[in-house]
């Protein structure tokens, strides 16, 4: 077992905590300027670091983004995991988290939505924009077969999502709740 001393260890957790900076460095670009405002040159001035060390990092732009997209949809699919995983009901947990996009979660919330639709146009962005809606189409299995049901449940919590973003007053989770259990109801799965 290495030390925390160890300089090859050393080295590691430094890389992994340049890294983590890079990401937020960019993810609080997204947030602010939107995300054609990322470039190696404008994360590494947010993060205070050279362009030259992004680059080592992340060689295009795209591997930058992928892993701030990727950063966020983690935190989301980890939660969502462990809100099926749960012995409660995960409608509760997920419409909370649906909710938070209006309140302490907006900002990431925003750029996760940002980043999302840029993979529209950007394809190596595409796995990492699925993660979300993967594991809340896992969570509708939970409670049905129904293709079209996990479908239609994927494409409410999207469109939640998205109008909670629009709207400039916080979001009511037990009207989310309702939705969502209407959408999906609770079936002897």
Known sequence: MADEHDPVDGRKVRGHRRRAQIIEATLTIVRRDGAAGVTHRTVAKEAGITTSLTLYYFATLDDLLVAALTSITDSYTDHIRELIDSEDDPLDGL????ADSSGPGRERALAERELSSLAARRPALRPAARGWRDMVAEL????TDDP?????????CDGLCTAILLDDRDADPHH???MLKKALPATNH
């Open 95 to 98: 419409a909370q988290l649906i």
């Open 140 to 143: 509708a299995r939970t409670r």
């Open 148 to 156: 079209d049901v996990v479908e239609s449940f994927v494409a409410l």
């Open 176 to 178: 989310i709740r309702t």
